[in-house]
């Protein structure tokens, strides 16, 4: 497999140099570094073509395209140079502007009448080139105004999407599955795209190909009969072929892989949760409050007993709230779905919008929509999720926007309720027992005379200290106003760093105003910040 590994355009051949270091003594050197000045004399007062190609057949056009200098090619259009004019690899300056994505060139070429779809020695067209150097903002662009061919394949059978996989643009493939490009088709050796993400071990192109994809995908086999799972193993990525050998178990007929990772996924641990605060509700009263081998309760004991079992059918009622819409976002064909245009991207202002961070990953292939920041697509509910925090299995549910406040009560009763029981539980035993025994004797009191007492502590403890952590934990989150998700996953958010790089929360409105904002309204509101001009179109 490694011999047909794919060479790509060489951009090296290609970088831009300073032009104060270069001398500029042709057409090819002033349009390559920008000089305008001296290109006007060359052509202007020394005569010079710009129509003929340099020694190594490449025209002015391609150098001063490449380069990203919009003014300079149109002048060269306007003085002679062909917009369409072929170099030795057949490449045209449509090419040459994929590799550094440069919106503004690219504009002049095509309304100059170059062709978006010309072709190259290899097959490949501006969106190959796009896809090999991840150029997402201007794939995008010659999709959306010049209809690119964004499905098309090269000489090899390789389409801009088997590209983005096997360099690992996760976003560049975002964006080619929110417009419904091909990710089953094989190329000649029998590769899809995510054959190539996985022999390449690229974990996000694998985890965004899968999640947007189905089960042939995953099964399907390459010439030498090897699945994307196999070939990554084989290349030793072995997170990689973890991830996908897990994903290819929830898709098997195999009844027993079905059951855990499909259905229990599907189903969490809910029903566990449940019964185990029935069970501790009912062992409490049975073997602590009412207990007939412990003495009568009293008054005050009685009272905090009963108040930790109203917390308890409380917190029953909280996990039922919990299980409601955690935020999910609209997609097309849902009741409420306002499409007000014909191309989502087409309607969003990419240099200046509140909607738009210059994040791809704020695309859903899955879903189809545009979703706002701090939102996610969650795997297992398939849906997009406002302000997503978190998947929880023992809820079934994700935790977002709408059902964070029910979650935070509901773990904060469970908090409340275990540590009110153990408390009375333990005053109960302690009373209840002969002071005259050695410490080691009452332990085998308490276990043999009280059993019941003792199973309900062990659980009632595991509670304890499971709620402990998550109240915390989610407090601490909620009075800086930041999601479980971006602090799992904040190198991958932009939004989330401040100029100088480092990180920086544009949510933390201070500890005070995040926490009211969340106790009165249940979250906060995102949409007063302006996020700076995206840099991919900005250049
Ligand atoms: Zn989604
Ligand atoms: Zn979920």
Redesign the pocket.
Known sequence: MASSEIEVVSSDSKAQQNPSEAPVIDVFSACAYGDFQKLRKFVEEDGASLSQPDLNGYYAIQWAALNNFPDIVQYIIEHGGDVNATDNMQQTALHWVAVRGAIAVADVLLQNGARVEAVDVNGYRAVHVAAQYGQTAFLNHIVVKYQADFDAPDNEGRSPIHWAAYKGFADTIRLLLFRDACQGRQDKEGCTPLHWAAIRGHVEACTVLVHAGTKQELMVKDNAGFTPAQLASDKGHRHVALFLSNAQRAHSNHWLGKFWSGKMADIGYAPILFCTIIILTVLFINSILAAPNLPKVTAVVGLWGWAAVSVSVGSLVMFYRCSKD?GYLKRPGDVGYHKDTEDLLLNIDLNNSSMWTGNWSQLCPTCKIVRPVRSKH?P??K?C?EQFDH?CPWIS??VGKRNKWDFFVFICMGFLTSFLSAAVAIQRIWTSTPNILTEETWVHHVVVQHPGVVAFLLLDFIILLACTILTTSQASQIARNITTNELANAIRYGYLRGPDGRFHNPYNHGCQKNCADFLIRGYTDDNEIAWPALQQVAR
């Open positions: 955690p969650c297992i509910c849906r999720v998947h549910n994700c």
